[in-house]
Nanobody
Framework: QVQLVESGGGLVQPGGSLRLSCAAS????????MGWYRQGPGKERELVAT???????NYADSVKGRFTISRDNAKNTVYLQMDSLKPEDTAVYYC??????????????WGQGTQVTVSS
């Protein structure tokens, strides 16, 4: 009853930029932490960045200084601005959200993923 829909992935050259968006919808009472994770070819899923409802952010060392996470609480949407992209950033990017529903159920919801490919 809660859906997360990502958008904004695609093919970009090294050094380029992309902006990912993830909108949550459904029977949402509130959302605490929202985040972005990624899974590269042959790799395990890893944390990219998280942001709390109050705006506190956390980044993986590999993306610090290049990626920026932000959110619009009114729209239940989280963004990931990715600059200075490298080939090693190629992965499927997933968003997640710690959701409390109107039925007072708490769980972590995941999006379906969006492909980001960095290649010349």
């Amino acid at each position: 009853q809660v859906q997360l829909v990502e958008s904004g992935g695609g093919l970009v050259q090294p050094g380029g930029s992309l902006r990912l968006s993830c909108a949550a919808s459904g029977s949402i009472l509130s959302i605490n932490t929202m985040g972005w994770y990624r899974q590269g070819p042959g790799k395990e899923r890893e944390l990219v960045a998280t942001i709390t409802s109050g705006g506190t952010t956390n980044y993986a060392d590999s993306v610090k200084g290049r990626f920026t996470i932000s959110r619009d609480n009114a729209k239940n949407t989280v963004y990931l601005q990715m600059d200075s992209l490298k080939p090693e950033d190629t992965a499927v990017y997933y968003c997640n959200a710690d959701v409390s529903t109107v039925a007072r159920v708490k769980f972590t919801s995941w999006g379906q993923g969006t492909q980001v490919t960095v290649s010349s």
